[in-house]
Antibody, heavy 121, light 107 residues
Framework: QLQLQESGPGLLKPSETLSLTCQVSGGSVNNNNYYWGWIRQPPGKGLEWIGSIYYSGATYYNPSLKSRVIISADTSKNYFSLKMTSVTAADTAIYFC?????????????WGHGTLVSVSS | DIVMTQSPSFVSASVGDRVTITCRAS??????LAWYQQKPGKAPRLLISEASTLQSGVPSRFSGSGSGTDFTLTISSLQSEDFATYYC?????????FGGGTEVDIQ
């Protein structure tokens, strides 16, 4: 059964770089059927797709975040990562990783449990 | 970008009620739409894909319909465990966009 687990620092200062990893178990990041994505949710608010990576390394980003975000994958260690530069308080959110299917619909399933990232001075 | 407009944003209902949530896309997305359920402190759970395909393990009281720009999630008889927030998501093109959410609360 495919499982995803986010990890990374929970507290950042403004202007720092957010770095999160999503460890994949029960399946391979190097699978041409899947994309691997990041979604975030500010406290009490809705869901925002950040971006996704395909097994080939191709990446797709939300235009609103594209200038600050890099998603990469390490197929040897079976995880993918999110880096977001120059964070502000507006980046405080729960960050989820999730899989979506390359052929036949980009819906997210399964999801990781999420990790809270707070940005505060 | 495709804009997803979900309504209502809040529903107050009782156990046994029929609840309908709508989602409208700003352009034709065929049936490339998903519905999720999210409970407090939990990750979203995929309920329905491709507008109407119920995921394994999801109770049959949930159903989805629609195509093009207008979609509906229906809970035929609300149960206590269904009180949650529901989101639609267009899966047609990048960027992938979620609706604003509908909170279903106990009346």
């Amino acid at each position: 059964q495919l499982q995803l687990q986010e990890s990374g620092p929970g507290l950042l200062k403004p202007s720092e770089t957010l770095s999160l990893t999503c460890q994949v178990s029960g399946g391979s990041v190097n699978n041409n059927n899947y994309y691997w994505g990041w979604i975030r949710q500010p406290p009490g608010k809705g869901l925002e797709w950040i971006g996704s990576i395909y097994y080939s390394g191709a990446t797709y980003y939300n235009p609103s975040l594209k200038s600050r975000v890099i998603i990469s994958a390490d197929t040897s260690k079976n995880y993918f990562s999110l880096k977001m530069t120059s964070v502000t308080a507006a980046d405080t959110a729960i960050y989820f990783c999730a899989k979506h299917t390359a052929a036949g619909g980009d819906w997210f399933d399964p999801w990781g449990h999420g990790t809270l990232v707070s940005v505060s001075s | 970008d495709i804009v997803m407009t979900q309504s209502p944003s809040f529903v107050s209902a009782s156990v046994g009620d029929r609840v309908t949530i709508t989602c409208r896309a700003s352009q034709d997305i065929s049936t490339w739409l998903a519905w999720y359920q999210q409970k407090p402190g939990k990750a979203p759970r995929l309920l329905i894909s491709e507008a109407s395909t119920l995921q394994s393990g999801v109770p049959s009281r949930f159903s989805g319909s629609g195509s093009g720009t207008d979609f509906t999630l229906t809970i035929s008889s609300l149960q206590s465990e269904d009180f949650a927030t529901y989101y639609c998501q267009q899966a047609h093109t990048f960027p992938l966009i979620f609706g604003g959410g509908t909170e279903v609360d106990i009346q």
